[in-house]
C-alpha cells in the first residue's frame, strides 16, 4: 500500500482539516505518514495545497524522504472546486485519478473532458445538512466510498467518531451515492 | 490538542510546530513571548491555547524584539523560555540577538525562527543562518517535525550549558509538515514561575568596558561551541560511496529521494549537518578526505558551501565543490531540483518522465488565484471610501496585512511596502520630496508593532500626510492572535488595554477622526472634511476606520446571517459594483451581476453603492 494524495481548493474550504482527516484515518490503520501544507496568505480565497504521503511501513517498497510530492507522482487529486485543479495537474500520474467538487459559481470553470476525472456535487448534501463549510467533508466521504482511497468510509466514520464535531459521520455518509 | 499536554512517551502524529511546542514544554519551559508571523503562528498559538493546563505564561508581544527581550530577562532570571518568529522578525530582533548573545542567558533560552523559502507569506526570503554566524550563536537545523522536537530539546541543554541563547532554524516545509514524532515524558512544573536575579551589574549592563570583556568571553564560548558541534550527534554520515554530498535541513530529504530516482545509492557519501554552526570543522575535513568530489545541496545562500571551501583550503584539499551553480538560489529546492543538480554535477543520465520546475514559477497559461480580502471585510469598503476622496492620483504607502491585498486591482490602493510599520515613516519621507498627497495605511495590530515611533517622528518634522489606521480589533492575517488595542480574542469580547486614539492624540496628530466603514456617506463625508483640513493646513493626520474583522466575529458572538443581499431586475450591467469593490460573492452571469448567497455575508456596503442591490431576508 502506497498512496500519495494531493488536497488542492482555497483559503477556507477546509483543506488543512480534510488533510487532518486523511492522515488520522491512515494512522488509525498503522500506515506511515507524513503531509506538507502550503497556506499562510492563501487564507485569504487563495490556493491553499496539502500533499499526503501514506505507505505501509512493513511492506518491501521504498519508504518516502521529502515532503512534496513529484510532478506525475501523485495517485489522487483532491479538488474543492474547479479552478483548483489547474496548478497541480501536473503532479498527477499517468491513470491518476482527480475527484473534484463542482462549483457553486457557474460560468468561468475551465472545462474538463479527460476520462479520470470525476465531478461530484458536494454542495448540495452539505446544504441539507445545514451547512455548505462541510462540503469539503462530503466530497472525502465519496472518495472513500467509491474505492478511490486507501481506506475505507469506516476508518473515516471512525475517525469521525473521535472528534468534536458530531456533523463530521453524517456529512462523511452523505457522500455515498 | 490533548496530545501536546498529554503525559507518557507516545508516538503522535503532528504539525513541525506543534513539535516545538512539545519539546519545549518537556524541556521546562516556563515563558513563551512573541509576535505572529507565518510560518512560526502555530507555535505562540497553540502555547497560548493550552497555557491553563500547562502553567507556561505565554505572550503576545508588540513586536519581535519586545518578545526577545521579555524572554530574555526571565531566562536571566534561570527560568527557561522561547521566543519564535518568522524569519523578518528576527530583523526587528537583532538588535537585542546580538548583544544578548555577549550577556548570554542563565536559564535555557530557545529561539525559533523560521525562514520562508519561496516567500509563500512573506514579503523576501532570506536566510538566517547567518544571524547566527554573526552573533556567534549555537544553531539547529531540522528536517522534520520529529527532528524538530528533538533539536528543541537539545537547544535547550546546550543555551544552559553554555550559558548562550540558542537558535533553531526551521523553514515552511518544516513548520507545516505534519510527521510521526516520538515524544518522551511531560510533567507539568507547579508552582509560581519565579527564579532569582544575581545582581552583577558589571557583567549584565553593557557599556564599552563590560562589552570588551564579554566580546573575549563570547569568542571563548565559540570555541567550546565548535567542540559540541564535532561531537553533535544531529551531524549524521550515511552511505560508503566516493560522491560526497553534504546538505542541511528539508534539502537532506529531497537528496534522499533524488539519490534513490538516479539509482546511485550505493555511491554516495552523505553528510547531513544538524547543528549548522558553529561548522565542525574538523568533521567535514574528515568527510572531504573520503570522498573525491562534493556537492553541496541547501536551500538559498550558499552558507554551507562558503565554510566548505574554507575547510577545503585549510586542510589543502583538492577535490571538485559545487554548489550554487547547480543549486537554484532563489525559491525553495524539490526532489526534480536536486535529481537534475546531481545528475548534471556527475554526469548521471536521468530521464525524467516531467521537467524538473520550480514551484514558484507555474507555466504562464495557468490560471492564479491571488489571495484576496473577504466578503464583507471592511478594509474593502475603507479602500472605496478613500479612493472616492483621493482618487488614484493620491501616493498609498501600505504595511504588512490583510489590507496589503489592496494591491491587487481593481483595488489597486497601494503604492509602496517594505516592512512592518513603513508605511508610516515612509509617507514621511514621500511627503518632503514629491508633491502627490499621501495617505498611509496601517493595520491596528501593525501600528502597534512599528508604527509608533514612526508617527512620532514625522509629528516632530511636520510632515504632512493622512495615517489611516485599518482597525478591526485583530492580528487578522496570520490567524486572529490578540494585540494590546484588540477588543476581541477568539475567547471573546474584551476591552481593550490601550487605546489607539489616545496614542495618536498623545503623539501629536494635528487632528483624530474615527470611522465605521461600513457606514459609507458618513464616513466620505469625514472624509472629505479630513481632506479640507489637510489643504489648509499641512500636517500629520489620523483616520481610524474601526469595524471589526468579520470572520473573526462571526466566530466568538456567533451571529447567524440575517440578510443577504442580492441584484434585482432593475441591475442595468454597469458592473461599477465589480470594479469598484471586487466583493468575491460578486460575479458576472450573461450581463447581469449576480451575488452568491453562500458567500454574501450581508455587509451591506455594496448596497449604499448601487440601488438594484437590495437585502433579502433569511429564515
Redo the contacts between chains.
Keep these: 500500500m502506497k498512496q500519495q494524495i494531493v488536497i488542492s481548493g ?3 474550504q477546509g483543506v488543512v482539516f480534510l ?2 482527516l486523511v ?2 484515518a491512515a ?1 488509525l490503520k498503522n500506515l ?16 491553499v495545497v496539502s500533499y499526503i504521503k501514506i505507505y505501509d511501513p512493513l511492506s518491501n517498497t ?1 519508504k ?5 510530492i ?3 507522482n501523485a495517485d489522487l487529486l483532491i479538488s474543492l472546486h474547479p ?2 485543479i ?2 497541480y495537474l ?1 503532479l498527477l500520474k499517468e491513470g491518476g485519478i482527480i475527484i473534484c467538487n463542482e462549483s ?5 470553470s ?1 472545462n474538463y473532458t479527460k476520462e479520470n476525472i470525476i465531478f461530484f456535487n458536494a454542495n448540495t448534501p452539505a446544504l441539507r445538512l445545514g451547512n ?1 463549510r462541510m462540503a469539503n467533508v462530503v466530497l472525502l466521504g465519496f472518495a472513500a466510498s467509491r474505492g478511490y482511497l486507501f481506506c475505507s468510509l469506516e476508518d473515516l466514520i471512525s475517525v469521525a467518531k473521535g472528534s468534536e464535531n458530531p456533523g463530521l459521520i453524517e456529512a462523511l455518509g452523505a457522500g455515498v451515492q | 490538542m490533548k496530545e501536546l499536554t498529554s503525559n507518557e512517551t507516545s508516538t503522535l ?1 503532528m504539525l513541525g510546530n506543534e513539535a516545538i511546542v512539545r519539546a519545549a514544554l518537556e524541556s521546562g519551559v516556563r515563558f513563551v513571548s512573541a509576535y505572529p508571523g ?2 512560526s503562528s502555530e507555535i505562540i498559538d497553540r502555547m497560548y491555547e493550552i497555557r491553563r493546563e500547562t502553567g507556561v505564561r505565554v505572550e503576545y508581544a508588540a513586536n519581535e524584539k519586545v518578545s526577545m527581550e521579555t524572554a530574555a530577562a526571565v531566562a536571566m532570571c534561570g527560568v527557561r523560555s522561547l521566543c519564535s518568529m518568522k524569519h523578518v522578525g528576527l530583523n526587528v530582533a537583532a538588535d537585542a540577538f546580538m548583544t544578548l548573545a555577549y550577556v548570554g542567558v542563565k536559564g535555557g533560552m530557545v529561539i525559533v525562527t523560521a525562514d520562508d523559502p519561496s516567500l ?2 512573506s514579503q523576501n526570503e532570506q536566510d538566517n543562518r547567518f544571524y547566527a554566524k554573526m552573533a556567534l550563536v549555537p544553531m539547529l537545523e531540522p528536517a ?1 517535525p520529529h527532528e524538530a522536537y528533538e533539536m528543541v530539546k537539545e537547544a535547550f541543554e546546550i543555551s544552559e550549558k553554555y550559558g548562550t541563547p540558542s537558535i533553531v532554524r526551521t523553514t ?2 518544516i513548520n ?5 514524532v516520538k515524544v518522551g515524558e511531560y510533567r507539568k512544573i507547579e508552582g509560581e514561575i519565579k527564579g532569582v536575579f544575581d545582581k552583577d551589574p558589571f557583567r549584565y549592563v553593557v557599556v564599552p568596558m563590560v562589552g570588551r570583556r564579554l566580546r573575549v568571553e563570547l569568542l571563548e564560548r565559540l570555541r567550546k561551541l565548535e567542540e559540541v558541534s564535532e561531537k553533535s550527534s544531529f551531524q549524521i554520515i550515511r552511505g560508503k560511496g566516493t560522491l560526497g554530498i553534504i546538505t542541511s535541513g ?1 534539502s537532506y ?2 537528496v ?2 533524488a539519490v ?1 530516482d538516479l539509482g546511485i545509492l550505493e555511491k554516495v557519501k552523505i553528510l547531513k549537518l544538524g547543528m549548522t554552526f558553529p561548522i565542525p570543522r574538523k568533521l567535514l575535513q574528515d568527510f572531504l578526505s573520503e570522498v573525491e568530489s562534493v556537492l553541496v545541496v541547501e536551500e538559498l545562500e550558499p552558507y554551507l558551501e562558503e565554510a566548505i571551501r574554507i575547510v577545503a583550503q585549510e586542510s589543502k584539499w583538492a577535490g571538485k565543490i559545487a554548489g550554487k551553480e547547480y543549486i537554484p538560489r532563489a525559491f525553495e529546492l ?3 531540483l536536486v535529481r537534475a543538480a546531481i545528475s548534471r554535477f556527475w554526469g548521471i543520465s536521468y530521464k ?3 521537467e524538473a ?1 520550480s ?1 514558484s514559477v ?1 507555466p504562464r497559461e ?2 492564479q ?6 466578503p464583507g471585510c471592511p478594509h474593502r469598503a475603507t479602500y472605496h471610501e478613500i479612493k472616492r476622496i483621493f482618487g488614484s492620483e493620491a501616493l498609498y504607502p501600505t504595511d504588512i496585512g ?1 489590507y496589503t ?1 489592496g494591491l491587487l486591482p481593481p483595488l489597486s490602493m497601494a503604492d509602496f511596502l517594505i516592512c512592518m510599520g513603513s508605511s508610516v515613516s515612509t509617507a514621511g519621507g514621500f511627503s518632503v520630496a514629491q508633491d502627490r498627497p499621501v495617505i498611509a495605511f496601517v493595520g491596528d495590530s501593525t501600528f502597534i508593532h512599528a508604527g509608533i515611533p514612526a508617527l512620532i517622528n514625522s509629528v516632530f518634522h511636520d510632515h504632512s500626510f493622512l495615517l489611516v489606521i485599518l482597525d478591526n480589533s485583530t492580528t487578522a ?1 496570520t ?1 486572529h492572535q490578540p494585540h494590546p488595542g484588540a477588543s476581541m480574542t477568539r475567547e471573546g469580547l474584551c476591552e481593550p488595554k490601550v487605546r489607539i486614539e489616545e496614542i495618536v492624540r498623545a503623539c501629536g496628530a494635528k487632528a483624530v477622526e474615527i470611522i465605521n466603514p461600513i457606514q459609507v456617506k458618513r464616513s466620505c463625508e469625514t472624509i472629505s472634511s479630513l481632506r479640507d483640513s489637510m489643504e489648509k493646513n499641512p500636517g500629520v493626520y489620523v483616520l481610524i476606520s474601526r469595524s471589526p474583522c468579520p470572520l473573526l466575529e462571526r466566530r466568538i458572538v456567533k451571529k447567524a446571517r440575517r440578510i443577504v443581499f442580492r441584484v434585482n431586475e432593475t441591475c442595468d450591467g454597469c458592473v461599477r459594483c465589480l470594479g469598484e469593490l471586487a466583493c ?1 460573492a460578486f ?3 450573461g450581463d447581469r451581476v449576480q451575488i ?1 448567497p ?1 458567500m454574501c455575508i450581508g455587509c451591506s456596503v455594496c448596497a449604499q453603492i448601487c440601488k438594484s442591490i437590495k437585502p433579502v431576508k433569511l429564515h
Design positions: 482555497f483559503g477556507g488533510t487532518k492522515t488520522e494512522l506511515s505518514v507524513f503531509a506538507s501544507e502550503t497556506h499562510g496568505m492563501a487564507q485569504r480565497g487563495g490556493n521504498h518516502f524522504w521529502s515532503p512534496l513529484r510532478p506525475g479552478e483548483a489547474p496548478p501536473h457553486t459559481v457557474k460560468g468561468n475551465p455548505h | 502524529f507565518t510560518p509563500h507569506s522534520t515552511t516545509r507545516h509538515a505534519r510527521g510521526v528539508v530529504l529531497y534522499e529521494d534513490r524539490n526532489v526534480p525524467p518522465r516531467y520546475i514551484p507555474l495557468l490560471p488565484r491571488p489571495p484576496n480580502l473577504c490583510c491585498l492575517m490567524g468575491p460575479y458576472k452571469e452568491n453562500l
